[in-house]
């Protein structure tokens, strides 16, 4: 959000404030204490937000970190390949290699 904005939005809220105040107790006194109040309650739901923040792209950063390191890893329960099946596959190999050379002779 542009500041400009931001600004826009915090003096119609702490104006908006101060009216009802005013309008509901007919005083300027409380109406300024009151709109004080709202100003720092909204300073301090600012500064825990950046404080969230600053939380939650730490924990992101940590997650994505382990995330590649597990991604590095081998697998656990990884087994080699039986024997029967390197076998088959090496038999076929050698047909196909077969076939190459007959069909280029």
């Given at each position: 959000?542009?500041?400009r904005?931001?600004c826009?939005?915090?003096?119609?809220?702490?104006?908006?404030?101060?009216?009802?105040?005013?309008?509901?107790s007919?005083s300027?006194?409380?109406?300024?204490?009151?709109t004080?109040?709202?100003?720092?309650?909204l300073?301090?739901?600012?500064?825990?937000?950046?404080?969230f923040?600053?939380?939650?792209?730490g924990?992101?950063s940590r997650?994505?970190?382990?995330?590649?390191?597990?991604?590095?890893c081998e697998?656990?329960g990884?087994?080699?390949?039986?024997?029967?099946e390197v076998?088959n596959?090496?038999?076929?190999?050698?047909?196909?290699?077969?076939m190459?050379?007959?069909?280029?002779?």
């Amino acid at each position: 959000m542009p500041f400009r904005i931001f600004c826009r939005v915090l003096g119609m809220v702490l104006c908006s404030t101060a009216l009802t105040a005013y309008f509901a107790s007919h005083s300027i006194g409380t109406a300024i204490v009151t709109t004080l109040a709202c100003s720092l309650l909204l300073q301090l739901a600012y500064f825990a937000s950046v404080l969230f923040l600053i939380w939650r792209s730490g924990h992101v950063s940590r997650a994505g970190q382990r995330a590649e390191h597990f991604d590095s890893c081998e697998e656990v329960g990884s087994e080699p390949p039986d024997l029967d099946e390197v076998k088959n596959e090496s038999a076929e190999l050698l047909q196909r290699g077969q076939m190459l050379a007959t069909s280029l002779e």
